[in-house]
């Protein structure tokens, strides 16, 4: 039962444009949503959340939306940058402690 | 500072061996976390610890045994593994126990490679 989906393995996006990452859930007893960006080889980093009591939550070039009754969230990066180039993984917060992570999205920036 | 320290980054090992990971923060942080992640695969929840207690095992096999002998020490011992086994295996922490303050940081992970 995949309960966080992101269902775009991969997204190429010209430098300084927007990226739009995509995420849907199934499970309504998530309260708190987090996007982490991953190089490989090194651990996932946070990047930005948004409480489920919120619709919206800025941070810099980074922006995370939030449609409750569509189980859905996205991630928009603007402008974009080649060193913005990583997979993105959201993830959900079941319980107090449980992060469900969705199998990521692979971003490339091209120049 | 937000850094989780793992070591060592990679570790070769046999099935009959037995090694152990370490992970440490000084972030003052109450709970720890190990997470699993396979090649192109999201971060898999192993256990939880919060105030130095166990309190999430994700039924994870025996061969795997966690040990938490402070609260900026995490350790994972590992005995008698199997190839599949061989994984990334990443630590995080997050302030406490709560949904607010559960942003986890992660460290870069140890690259297991078990023979």
């Known amino acids: 039962d995949q309960q966080v989906k992101q269902n775009s393995p991969s997204l190429s996006v010209q430098e300084g444009r927007i990226s739009i990452l995509n995420c849907d859930y199934t499970n309504s007893m998530f309260d708190y949503f987090l996007w982490y960006k991953k190089y490989p080889a090194e651990g996932p980093t946070f990047l930005i959340s948004?409480?489920?009591?919120?619709d919206k939550n800025e941070d810099g070039r980074f922006t995370v939306f939030l449609n409750k009754s569509a189980k859905h969230l996205s991630l928009h990066i603007v402008p974009s940058q080649p060193g913005d180039s990583a997979v993105y993984f959201c993830?959900?917060?079941?319980?107090?402690?449980?992060?469900?992570f969705g199998q990521g999205t692979r971003l490339t920036i091209n120049p | 500072d937000t850094e989780v320290t793992q070591t060592p980054k990679h570790l070769v090992m046999g099935m009959t061996n037995k090694k152990s990971l370490k992970c440490e923060q000084h972030m003052g942080h109450r709970a720890m976390y190990w997470y699993k992640q396979k090649a192109k695969k999201p971060p898999e929840l192993m256990f939880v610890y919060s105030y130095e207690k166990l309190s999430i095992n994700e039924s994870v096999p025996s061969r795997f045994s966690p040990e938490c002998p402070n609260s900026s020490l995490l350790n994972l011992h590992l005995h008698a593994l199997q190839p599949e086994d061989s994984a990334l295996y990443l630590c995080?922490?997050?302030?406490?126990?709560?949904?607010?303050?559960?942003?986890?940081?992660f460290g870069a992970g140890t690259r297991l490679s078990v023979l």
């Open positions: 995080a922490s997050s302030q406490d126990y709560g949904r607010d303050k559960n942003i986890q940081y």
């Open positions: 993830a959900g917060i079941q319980g107090a402690q449980k992060l469900v």
């Open positions: 948004i409480s489920s009591i919120k």
